[in-house]
């Protein structure tokens, strides 16, 4: 084959691999790139409908009288302490 003027071991076949090589890894970019846009768009559009379908989430429950609020402090504190006195038992067994 008839070599390059600039170069004289390039010859026209390997120039010729050498851009479909950079051909190829374009095309697989683009592929990929338009590729992961297609999904996030198809995620995106999957949790819109989700959400359109799924029932209203209700709100957190708050206690309307200070009494409620009060007792259910004073519960949370007594299950705080039942749970320290059983883990104080059960390092005292070991």
Do not use: C
């Not at 003027?5 to 010729?16: G, K």
């Not at 009288?65 to 059960?90: M, S, W």
């Amino acid at each position: 084959m008839r070599a390059l003027a600039y170069h004289p071991f390039m010859t026209w076949d390997a120039v010729w691999d050498v851009l479909k090589w950079i051909l190829l890894v374009l095309a697989a970019g683009f592929i990929g790139q338009f590729g992961k846009t297609l999904a996030l768009r198809i995620i995106e559009r999957r949790k819109r409908a989700k959400q359109e379908t799924a029932p209203p989430q209700e709100p957190e429950h708050e206690p309307s009288n200070p009494d409620i609020a009060r007792i259910e402090a004073q519960a949370k504190i007594e299950k705080k302490r039942a749970k320290a006195e059983v883990k104080r038992l059960k390092k005292l067994d070991d």
